[in-house]
């Protein structure tokens, strides 16, 4: 121990300052003797400090970024003094699920690309689609994302993205088809320029025209535009393998935006808000559409001038001299809304029952209405169910508000079109994979004929109606084979009506193929 003196010093205390300058003055000296060769070798390590300071520092940051990708697994899982393990985001964090894992790519030769223009309206484009990428996978090409087509009667300028999710429509794929959202830059600037292989290929075709026909082609142009794709391949005699890929892309690949995946959500939400069922009414009774079919049955002599000169103003519309009454017989035309209605009594539907229109514009408005509406009361549509602002987004594109009508039309109880157009078609084929779900395939030239003898007192009400209900009870979209009509493609069951190939469900034999 120290001696401590009066002074409050201690000897020990002393004599460590007295070393203490000793060592100092030592350790001057003989740094002055080595001079700057210490003070380099001193940077030398501050400067290996700094730099691998730096580099840990740009590690961190850099795996910070990509913890959405792979942080929930590694960064996440370790305790941080940022985020405890008891904190509300650490909880949140740990309920994120994990992305769902990509297929994997397939690795094939590319013979070339495919580049095609899609034409009609949203289903017609949709089922052309789903052919044009089985299409693409059997030919060995790389498939561009489809263009839409904008110069129909609707003139919709929606681009693909502004409709499906092409993000995920390419990566659900990877393992059948390269599908790529441009030409490579070398190839695009040919297509501006013009230089590019376009044409129509032959309707309802079976895969070995395209193997015999457009293959060489693509391999000898390296593109080939097709400008035409509806119903563009057949629905019959195809490997099982390109009828599955079908369903895959229709079921799977093709999914809507976020957007209206989830103002369809809502409008479903609101459908089913008091706990009861709703029926889905594809009331198929548009301006258009009638102007089309030459159809006028109910409609006074004004408005069968206005749409006679709206089928001559469209020459892509061939038929222009129609027999309204004629093709109506033969059920060649939509049911009118006041026909409708007494269908709907006859079948037993709850005179209370939310029914959804899933159409446009009615031609004729509240004046034809006033039957159906008279007979079912609770009656909605997208515009009186929605604000207008949920539906600014959408106003002037038809292919996004039938994208809408899709979805709600998929979950209903039941869904009943009154004419058997591209949507009717493609929806009952999605009903179907989803279960079988209640689809009432309505026999037009049944109806009408029913109709006009119910009108005229030939029949009863209760004969009527046994009449309806006996006609329609296998009519209810439950399984049965597609009927095949060789040579005769345009007259046999619509592949996307019944892609009997892709249901797991023992069939009904159906009515003998000729």
Excluded at 176 to 202: F, N, T
Excluded at 278 to 307: I, K, Q, W
Excluded at 439 to 446: F, H, I, N, P, Q
């Amino acid at each position: 121990m120290c001696r401590l003196e009066k002074s409050g010093k201690s000897d020990c205390v002393e004599r460590q300052r007295q070393m203490g300058l000793k060592s100092f003055g030592e350790t001057t000296k003989a740094e002055k003797s080595k001079g700057p060769t210490v003070t380099r070798g001193r940077m030398k390590l501050w400067m290996i400090r700094a730099t691998t300071t730096v580099l840990l520092w740009t590690c961190v940051v850099q795996l910070t970024a990509l913890g959405e990708m792979w942080g929930p697994r590694v960064l996440k899982g370790w305790p941080s003094c940022f985020t405890p393990s008891d904190s509300s985001l650490a909880v949140k964090s740990s309920s994120i699920p994990e992305r769902i894992a990509l297929p994997p790519k397939r690795v094939y030769k590319n013979n070339g690309y495919l580049m095609v223009s899609c034409n009609g309206g949203l289903n017609q484009m949709r089922a052309a689609i789903c052919d044009m990428v089985a299409i693409a996978r059997y030919l060995n090409v790389t498939l561009i994302v489809p263009e839409l087509d904008k110069t129909s009667f609707w003139a919709d300028p929606s681009e693909f993205k502004d409709i499906f999710d092409v993000d995920h429509f390419i990566t659900s794929l990877r393992d059948e088809v390269r599908i790529l959202k441009e030409l490579p830059p070398r190839l695009k600037r040919r297509v501006e320029l013009g230089m590019v292989y376009s044409m129509p290929p032959i309707s309802w075709s079976n895969i070995s025209y395209y193997l015999n026909q457009i293959l060489p082609l693509i391999q000898k142009h390296k593109i080939v535009h097709l400008n035409k794709t509806d119903a563009r391949l057949a629905n019959n005699g195809l490997p099982i393998e390109i009828q599955k890929l079908r369903c895959r892309v229709n079921f799977s690949a093709l999914r809507f935006t976020s957007q209206i995946e989830e103002l369809g959500r809502r409008v479903i939400r609101l459908l089913r808000q008091n706990g009861g069922p709703f029926l889905v009414l594809h009331l198929r009774y548009e301006m258009d559409m009638l102007a089309f079919s030459g159809c006028t049955h109910g409609c006074n002599d004004e408005e069968v001038e206005e749409l006679t000169r709206m089928r001559y103003a469209y020459p892509w519309w061939k038929e222009k001299v129609i027999n309204s009454d004629l093709k109506r017989k033969d059920g060649l035309c939509p049911l009118t809304p006041e026909e409708t209605a007494l269908i709907l009594k006859a079948l037993d539907i709850d005179r209370n029952v939310r029914i959804y229109i899933a159409a446009g514009e009615i031609y004729g408005g509240e004046r034809r209405m006033l039957s159906l509406s008279s007979a079912y009361p609770n009656l909605v549509r997208k515009e009186t169910l929605l604000e207008s602002s949920d539906l600014r987004l959408f106003q002037n594109h038809s292919s996004q508000m039938a994208a809408l009508d899709y979805l709600v039309s998929l979950e209903s109880d039941i869904f009943v079109p009154t004419y058997d157009g591209n949507m009717a078609k493609v929806v009952e084929g999605h009903r179907r994979s989803l279960g079988f779900r209640k689809t009432v395939l309505l026999d037009r030239k049944l109806l009408v004929d029913l109709i006009d003898r119910y009108n005229n007192g030939s029949l009863s009400w209760n004969e009527f109606s046994s009449s309806v209900k006996e006609a329609h009870a296998s009519r209810m979209g439950n399984a049965m084979s597609r009927t095949v009509i060789p040579d005769r493609p345009k007259e046999e069951d619509y592949f996307y009506s019944n892609p009997e190939e892709c249901l797991h469900q023992t069939y009904e034999p159906s009515i003998s193929s000729t």
